[in-house]
């Protein structure tokens, strides 16, 4: 299928390396249509995450590509998005139709833009990567990018806060379409509680395992915490710290040769031998089976 890369660790791409048709320089925000372009970067070639979010309004294109360890066949008239933590690779260079949206973490950060990193589709508790468009939804998005693009190439006074209101437009209803195809309505209030929990864990679980960490940050007990993530995902929230851990783990082993006690330090564990009985524990089979295993069932 692909080589593993000879050294790690997973290289992070700038926006600079988003291929021929795609955005170029590392910027907070960027907007980037592309009418047949043949997209081909050999770096994208080999697993690796981007520094930013990534939207792909795929209107014309085929081949398939792999976000952590799931193949996607690409379909027509899709939208394709991943965040900053997650490993991509492609599997060949196709021609693309369609549009590239990018924005960082730091666009987000900005006190204008803070609202959008509460949108289901930014959270993506459910670990999604691919969001099916209807013809009426495709019509509305197209018209929206449109926009969006007009705005990028009007630098002036007014700029960002335009894109920032176009943007919040756009990733208002695909949230709406998000939440439709993943959970089948809106979000209560303890839903979102536990959208944001998983929110702080992907920013802090290698930092931080324990659920009384992240009830500090919330603001709520633990006690509180732990029952409303029981509640609404059928698993205790330690759980999902766990589960975290382990993706990562599963990413780390599968994707590169770094030994298990880098692995196990990369994500804050200080014994190696913890590291081995806790992924196994969770897993059933210590980390060297399974890097051996999966290698072996990918090739």
Known sequence: MYSFPS?????????????AAGPKG????????????????????????????????????????????????????????????????????????????TFTNEFLTLQQNAALRELPLILNPHNGHELLLSDADWTFVEEMLAKLSAEYQRPGEWQHRMLTAYLTVLLTYLSRLYTEQFTGGELSADQLLLQTYRARIEESFRELHEVSAYAEQLHISAGHLSEVVKAQSGRPAIKHIHERL?????????????????????????????????FKREVGVTPAEYRSSIRKMYH
């Open 7 to 19: 050294k790690p660790p997973i290289p992070i791409y700038t926006s600079e390396h988003s291929g």
């Open 26 to 101: 590392s910027q907070p925000f960027t907007i980037t249509q592309s009418e047949g372009a043949l997209v081909y970067e050999e770096d994208l070639l080999i697993p690796h995450r981007k520094a930013y979010y990534l939207l792909v309004f795929v209107k014309q294109n085929q081949g398939r590509h792999w976000v952590d360890m799931t193949s996607y066949e690409r379909k027509n008239r899709t939208l394709y998005f991943t965040a900053p933590h997650q490993i991509l690779v492609k599997e060949a260079p196709t021609p693309f139709w369609g549009t590239y949206l």
């Open 246 to 278: 382990v993706l990562e783990a599963r990413r780390l082993l599968f994707y590169t040769p770094l030994a298990l006690k880098e692995i196990a330090f990369d994500l804050g564990f200080s014994d190696a031998s913890y590291f081995n009985r806790f």
